[in-house]
């Protein structure tokens, strides 16, 4: 982290609320629903789809899990009365899995059986180490129950993600859909790479395997060494940009998906590079997060992995590094 970021994580705490809501502006679409669906209107004309994320997480009773299953109510709803190109992404321990696994389990299945009916995907976004195993297994009991729309993230710096790779193949055969990402929680070295050049490494074999897996595959990076390695990995295996899947063992053809994979990226991180892709073909998705407690997101993020903060203090002294 440069000294910069290290700098912007000691003023966190004592940084008046309304000068983090000025930052977070450009990575939160904002306080409510009708925001988020006014930045995705407005983002249209970019040939992006998107995933709505309800900001919050670990949610401390039961009762707060009530206001997620709502508001994602009223998301999917936005969604199909829009016709929004978009899909959701949550987090489980938002539903409550740290508190009572059954009811959150409960909680997920009633959002993910409502965006079937409309036929919208639903992602677990993956937290940190204490619920990689818990989120993998709801959405193979998703499964087994019947509701195939619905897949998870899988973090490359964690040393277990190649064997999630083929369990999850295996066990779904065919409708395994993984978001691979580095994993913005900082994890010991017990369990994970923690080294910048080993992360990108690991990300570069997860996303091989995950093609050779026939997963549909959502690479979510911004990083140009993995976004490169991704379109060679692809070509190589005839995949691109309107080909049909020649994949043999990719199962079948996903509605509101791209062919076999898509690249998505954060809402204010490198748009200028998601805009390059998307003319080149690619299918791309915005993650776009609202809600009324940006704060405490914006926050924590920056407690939880400080390269975070050093990131936003680079896109603010170096704003051509990272275009909306
Ligand atoms: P890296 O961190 O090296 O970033 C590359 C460059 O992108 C930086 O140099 C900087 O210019 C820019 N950049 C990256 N992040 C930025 C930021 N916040 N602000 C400004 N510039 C930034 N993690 C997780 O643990 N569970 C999850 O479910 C998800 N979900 C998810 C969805 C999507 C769509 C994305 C893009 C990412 C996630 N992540 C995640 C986060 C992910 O694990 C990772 O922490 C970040 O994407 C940063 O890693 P990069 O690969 O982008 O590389």
Redesign the pocket.
């Known amino acids: 982290m440069g000294v910069m970021g290290r700098l912007i994580m000691m003023m966190m705490p004592v940084t008046p609320k309304f000068i983090v809501g000025w930052v977070a502006k450009r990575?939160v679409a904002g306080t409510d629903l009708e925001s988020a669906m006014r930045v995705m209107r407005s983002m249209k004309s970019q040939d992006t789809c998107f995933?709505l994320d309800v900001l919050g997480e670990e949610i401390t009773n039961l009762e707060e899990a009530e206001y997620f299953v709502g508001e994602y109510h009223r998301a999917l709803n936005a969604i199909v009365a829009e016709g929004m190109d978009a899909n959701i992404?949550v987090k489980p321990t938002a539903f409550g899995l740290l508190i009572d696994e059954k009811k959150a389990l409960e909680n997920i299945e009633n959002i993910t059986s409502v965006a079937a009916k409309n036929n919208i995907f639903v992602r677990l976004?993956?937290?940190d180490h204490r619920v990689t195993q818990s989120t993998i297994d709801i959405v193979t009991e998703m499964h087994d129950r019947g509701l195939t729309n619905i897949g998870t993230?899988l973090?490359s710096r964690l040393f277990r993600t190649s064997d999630d790779i083929f369990s999850l193949a295996s066990r779904l055969d065919g409708n395994s859909d993984v978001?691979i990402?580095?994993?913005?929680?900082l994890e010991s070295e017990d369990i994970a790479h923690t080294r910048?050049h080993d992360i990108v490494v690991a990300?570069n074999k997860a996303i091989d395997e995950l093609l050779d897996s026939g997963a549909y595959t959502a690479i979510?990076?911004?990083?140009l060494p993995?976004i490169n390695h991704a379109i060679a990995a692809l070509d190589e295996r005839g995949m691109g940009p309107k080909t049909a899947d020649p994949r043999e063992n990719a199962g079948p053809e996903r509605i509101g998906k791209g062919p076999g994979y898509e690249f998505?990226?954060?809402l204010?991180?490198?748009g200028n590079i998601r805009r390059k892709l998307a003319k080149d073909g690619h299918r791309t998705?915005v993650?776009l997060p609202y809600g009324s407690r940006w704060y405490e997101y914006s926050m924590r993020r920056l407690r939880e992995?400080p390269?975070?903060a050093w990131?936003?203090a680079?896109?603010i002294i170096m704003p051509w590094?990272?275009r909306r």
Do not use: P
């Open positions: 990575y995933t992404s976004d993956m937290e993230v973090q978001r990402c580095k994993g913005i929680y910048y990300t979510a990076s911004h990083d993995v998505q990226m954060l204010g991180v490198r998705r993650y992995n390269d975070v990131h936003v680079k896109s590094t990272n």
